[in-house]
């Protein structure tokens, strides 16, 4: 063989093996190691004190909205505020303390997804969990090592990271036929440390909210800016709270005037959950009245496993979406209404 011809097929076959080994390499990662690898390097408290800024996107062009949600860090206070035209509020840390206010009273469901903002790409993979070995995947198009994380036999959530970054790119979150997925695209980077630029909350595959824009700046505040808002009542919190999860859930029956009308789709309800597991307080985000009423019935039966500080159980609230469907298949526990619980900050 000529000595070119040889040395092109060295090549070839040396760069085909270190390529087999660097995938290997990769995906030698334990799901553990990847989820620490991408928040040490995204964790955005290493600036110390720094300024947040976005846009948040609701719907579509013709029939959105569109708000501003502004973030404010230091070493042990964090302020964030979200404002659309005719709503407003203002969520505040500080130390192990929180604080609340939003007018009208009426929560927003995007307000829910977005609570503690700067958390959302942290992967907090709970003790309890059954966690699949890491593999590799194509996500939108990106290469990625990816591993699912299943809570219970219902619920799971698959996170897919950069092959070469570790980055996160994507959490999908599924409940029984039903998912979310969430993207965090565009990475900026400020002294090290990397961040998205774009956040898109994906539903049956289309992007229902977005948060867009999104920029950092290291700036130091005075302390009157993590004043707590005036009728604020504080209550006990903590950076990275692991969220309530239903150790008890009760499943809705379907409303007879709704089957009489043929009335299906999904409730969006927002869930606080005490330090003690019970539920306090069901709040509809979204959905139809009477599919709401009777999903709001079931969930006020649910017992949880309390949200969790390293100092203990504290209050926090989720999401849980109930789905209605008119299938004649039955569902989970013979119901005709599939349930989704997807956790939210607090």
């Known amino acids: ?31 553990s190691q990847l989820a620490d690898q991408a928040n040490a390097i995204s964790d955005l408290s290493k600036l110390g004190s720094y ?31 979200l404002e659309f035209t005719d709503y407003r509020e203002v969520s505040l840390i500080r130390g192990d303390t929180g604080y609340f206010q939003r007018k009208p009273t009426v929560p927003l469901y995007v307000a829910e997804r977005i609570r503690d903002f700067d958390e959302l790409w942290w992967v907090n993979i709970p003790s309890e969990s059954e966690v699949d070995a890491v593999s590799s995947a194509k996500v939108h198009g990106v290469q990625a090592l990816c591993f699912t994380a299943r809570l219970d036999k219902f619920t799971h959530t698959r996170y897919c990271f950069d092959v070469a970054t570790h980055l996160l790119l994507s959490s999908r979150a599924s409940h029984a036929d039903d998912d979310t997925e969430t993207l965090f695209l565009d990475y900026q980077e400020i002294d090290g440390v990397h ?10 595959g289309k992007a229902a909210e977005e948060v867009r824009k999104v ?12 004043a707590p808002p005036q009728d604020a ?20 029956q379907y409303p007879g005037i709704a089957r009489a009308k043929q009335l299906q789709g999904m409730v969006y309800l927002l869930v606080m959950v005490g330090e003690d597991g019970r539920v306090q307080k069901v709040t509809r985000l979204r959905g139809h009245p009477v599919l709401a009423e009777a999903a709001m019935d079931a969930v006020k039966q649910w017992e949880y496993k309390p949200a969790m500080c390293p100092s203990g159980p504290t209050i926090d609230g989720v999401v849980v979406v109930v789905q209605f469907h008119m299938a004649a298949t039955a569902t989970r526990e013979g119901n005709s209404s599939g349930v989704k619980m997807t956790p939210t900050g607090r």
């Open 1 to 31: 063989m000529p000595v070119k011809a040889l040395r092109k097929t060295f090549f070839v076959f040396f760069f085909c093996c270190t390529s087999f080994f660097c995938v290997a390499a990769q995906q030698a990662l334990t799901p």
């Open 51 to 81: 300024k947040l800024k976005a846009i948040v996107a609701v719907g579509d062009e013709k029939h959105g909205a569109t708000g501003t949600l502004t973030m404010d860090h230091d070493q042990e206070n964090t302020r964030q505020e």
């Open 195 to 204: 961040f998205p630029g774009t956040i898109r909350f994906l539903e049956e």
């Open 215 to 226: 920029s950092v700046v290291k700036m130091a505040f005075e302390p009157s800016n993590f």
């Open 233 to 252: 009542r504080g209550f006990h919190t903590c950076r990275h709270l692991m969220p309530p999860r239903p150790a008890k859930r009760v499943n809705p």
